[in-house]
């Protein structure tokens, strides 16, 4: 009897000690967190701000806009920033979905996880753990539209590739090689009528989104994310021509389109913002339009995402606007002209991206039909200066129906896209940058560190002697009895080869450091070779 008695309280002892059958869901840092809550109302559930949370971790407090997401279900994501636990309350006019409380742990991130992107010393990135970002980016402006095949060749593709930024448009496109007819509508059809030459037109409902059109453009983002690659996304464009009306959406629709958009997509760690492709072509908005636009955003993004927006070639929006972050540029002179990148940096306190200086391609465009060695030197063009430079390519080799990268995405058919993985690389290993003498030498870049790396673009040189600016633009300047070791760079066969001398810097002159000896190095006479040179440690 007392064996029997002790089996029971043993038993009993070991439930108690059990963890709880619902313990404290743990999510770690810049994950999302999410609440999904049932409610059936006769209310326009995507007009109506009905739902939001506020979460609280020790002093701060964040209020975190909810969104209906269809079939009666509401939802609130939230993305944790800081480590600890989190407390949440929800908000209502709604009883049902009122006062909903509970908590969360927010753990230290781990693998692949950075958190999103940051801008860093003005003119560069970082990410939220403090990681170095250089966006290597490309184009696939309307990848998520096209058949699911063509998208997860998408992404078979950017798995193998170095890029980790891809710019693509939220809407649908309508345009000379992209005409495919999307499979999903980010807007519920209110009617269906004819024109005048019995043509079926689409009436959209502006104010009743389609979920299952925003939940397959998360689905992408997070493969993206899976593969270490910021979904730069373009909010608006003007290549509709009528077809469908995405373009002459109502000004109070499109900014129930942001606000419904960024309650959905913020918490996603690798988006940006980018307002429009080409925004001067919309011609149903002006400059104030977008400007409210822009605010409109980055009032509803609680994380402050990156956010920037981008014009036609040479048209520069006004980017000291303070709402955004980066700019995004279509124009391709400041990189073909040696010096010019850094002429728009000095104008620009912000990272300088230049989102489109042409595609490698065939097309009859001038702008898609670059070879992809003028690709690959455009990118080094601009990595001198203390910039960036977009990848796209263009190849049509039947008719629109093809799959060209830079509308539709599929598969890589140029050159340029491996020498991109290969300037993100030696970037890496170098780090950030910008011109050493910026008024005389264009072709110097200084990581202000003791690095420097030389681009000579087409240029075919036989041999280099030693030679340095002796500026090193805003940090210490170089000494005489400085040693330094060279690599050669191949940017184009990727090879790097080390140099055996060890040069040693001479008295300045005139603004320059030479060898105190003289010496030369033998370059392969090949056009698109760098050097890097790196200050080496006393013995």
């Keep these: 009897m007392r064996r029997l008695?002790?089996?029971?309280?043993?038993?009993?002892?070991?439930?108690?000690?059990k963890e709880p059958a619902f313990s404290q869901q743990k999510i770690e840092q810049w994950n999302r967190f999410e609440l999904k809550l049932p409610n059936s109302s006769d209310k326009n559930n995507f007009s109506d701000n009905l739902l939001s949370a506020t979460f609280t971790h020790k002093d701060t407090s964040i209020i975190i806009s909810g969104f209906y997401d269809g079939n009666n279900q509401y939802v609130i994501r939230f993305m944790p920033e800081k480590t600890g636990i989190w407390k949440y309350s929800t908000n209502s006019p709604l009883t049902t979905l009122n006062n909903k409380r509970g908590e969360f742990e927010c753990i230290k991130a781990v693998s692949n996880n950075h958190g999103v992107v940051r801008v860093s010393q003005i003119y560069h990135f970082k990410y939220a753990d403090s990681t170095a970002y250089f966006p290597f980016g490309t184009?696939?402006?309307?990848?998520?539209?096209m058949a699911e095949g063509v998208q997860q060749q998408t992404l078979k593709s950017l798995q193998n590739a170095g890029f980790n930024k891809i710019r693509m448009c939220?809407?649908?496109?309508?345009?000379?090689?992209?005409?495919?007819?999307?499979?999903?509508?980010?807007?519920?059809?209110?009617?269906?009528?004819?024109?005048?030459?019995?043509?079926?037109?689409?009436?959209?409902?502006?104010?009743?989104?389609?979920?299952?059109?925003?939940?397959?453009?998360?689905?992408?983002?997070?493969?993206?994310?899976?593969?270490?690659?910021e979904a730069d996304l373009i909010l608006f464009h003007p290549y509709d021509k009528g077809r469908w009306g995405f373009d002459e959406i109502p000004m109070a629709a499109n900014l129930n389109y942001i606000k419904y958009l960024v309650a959905r997509l913020a918490s996603f760690r690798n988006v940006w913002w980018s307002l429009a492709n080409e925004y001067d072509y919309v011609k149903s908005k002006t400059d104030k339009d977008w400007e409210a636009l822009i605010k409109a955003v980055v009032k509803?993004?609680?994380?402050?995402?990156?956010?920037?927006?981008?014009?036609?070639?040479?048209?520069y929006f006004d980017y000291r606007m303070p709402e955004i972050t980066h700019t995004s540029i279509q124009d391709e002179s400041p990189v073909i002209n040696w010096g010019g990148s850094a002429i728009v940096r000095s104008i620009y306190p912000k990272p300088i991206i230049f989102d489109e200086v042409g595609y490698e391609g065939n097309l009859k465009s001038r702008w898609g039909r670059y070879s992809g060695e003028e690709m690959n030197h455009l990118i080094w063009m601009g990595l001198i200066g203390g910039t960036y430079v977009t990848h796209g390519e263009s190849f049509m080799f039947k008719d629109h129906r093809d799959t060209i990268f830079w509308a539709k995405g599929g598969k890589f058919a140029g050159k340029s896209w491996k020498r991109a993985a290969f300037a993100r690389k030696i970037l890496t290993e170098t780090g950030p940058l910008e011109m050493a003498d910026v008024s005389r030498d264009f072709k110097t870049a200084t990581n202000g560190k003791g690095t420097y790396l030389i681009y000579f673009g087409k240029e075919m040189l036989e041999y280099w002697s030693?030679?340095?600016p002796h500026k090193n633009a805003n940090s210490e300047r170089p000494k005489s009895g400085t040693k330094y070791k060279v690599e050669i760079i191949d940017t184009w066969d990727m090879t790097v080869t080390k140099v055996n001398t060890v040069f040693e810097g001479a008295e300045v002159n005139d603004y320059r450091i030479a060898d105190k000896e003289n010496r030369k190095i033998r370059l392969p006479l090949k056009p698109y070779i760098a050097l890097r040179i790196i200050e080496t440690t006393p013995d």
């Excluded at 029971?8 to 439930?15: H, V």
């Design 5 to 17: 008695k002790g089996i029971f309280l043993l038993a009993i002892w070991l439930f108690l000690s």
């Design 139 to 145: 184009t696939a402006y309307a990848w998520t539209h």
């Design 170 to 229: 939220v809407f649908p496109k309508n345009y000379e090689l992209v005409k495919e007819e999307p499979p999903i509508y980010p807007y519920i059809i209110k009617e269906v009528k004819k024109d005048a030459k019995g043509n079926e037109v689409k009436v959209w409902d502006f104010n009743q989104f389609n979920p299952v059109f925003f939940q397959h453009l998360e689905k992408r983002i997070d493969d993206l994310r899976t593969l270490g690659i």
């Design 300 to 315: 509803a993004d609680p994380y402050h995402h990156l956010c920037s927006i981008h014009g036609s070639t040479a048209k």
């Design 466 to 468: 030693f030679d340095l």
